[in-house]
């Protein structure tokens, strides 16, 4: 039957990577065809009865009519069943939702304009990347540095917003292998359609063993400092401009300012743009978008970090 095969039909759907998305999905199917029969039989009962029934002379009279007892019966209590199967199925796989399972694996997760940051019960940090093992169930414990950004799987059917403040959290059993797609599904400023991350589902064993071996971070506490602070997330090292100009080359190098004049890259400017960051804006680059770092860094951490942006040459 031609619903049956739509109703199978998931190739508008992005690949079901829990079970959960699969029973998201058939929710979601059954209000799409219940939706649409209800609405076939509105409009074109609508459309027939305009039709038949229309004035066709000028002395035609509405007959008269009371009600129909029966007919009234019918089509309040069939949407009131449609209805109430919705709320116990929605309730039910809500529940299934948001109730993380005793045994699951937690990862903090922090967001920021504009990366996600994971970090693991032993101190494992990384930026944009969540490595998770397969057929184990995850809580993510989410909270926000700054604005309210929002967690969004589509492979798993889960999304939940990232709120400063305070902590959410979300829960999945991966049953698929593979790279899946991490979106911010809350608007939260200029870069906020390139803050994805990548959510690796890897083997147990796999996984236990990378969550042993340490991140290496080379370039002393400065590389630290970058990561942690989120630089990393408008400053790259490669060269490329994203929100900022990168840190490759950046150091003794001359650049037109918003005002026109030309300065040097030297420390006294680089210390000023991370604690009086709006003072000076790189021409070609967004006006007043990085944050003050003012009271965050003691000098020690400025130091390392202007050596590591000495470092990328
Ligand atoms: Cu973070 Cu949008």
Redesign the pocket.
Known sequence: MWWLSFAQASSFAPTQATKIAAEWDSLYKFLLISSLVACVLLIGGMIYFVTKYRRKTKNDKTPYISHNSMLEFIWSFIPLVLFLIMFAWGWSLYHEMRAAPSNSKEVHVY?Q??MWQFEYKNGKKLNNELVVPVGVPVRLIMTSKD?I??FYVPSFRIKQDVIPGRYTDLWFEAEKLGEFHVF??????LD??K?LAKLKVVPLDEYEKWLATTVELTGGPGAQIYNDKGCVACHSLDGSPKVGPSFKGLFGRNSVIDDGTEIKADENYIRESIVNSTAKTVKGFPKGVMPSFQGQLSEEDLTAVIEFIKNQK
């Open positions: 967001g304009q504009w604005v950004h929002s911010c599904t809350e608007y939260c400023g906020h359609s803050m």
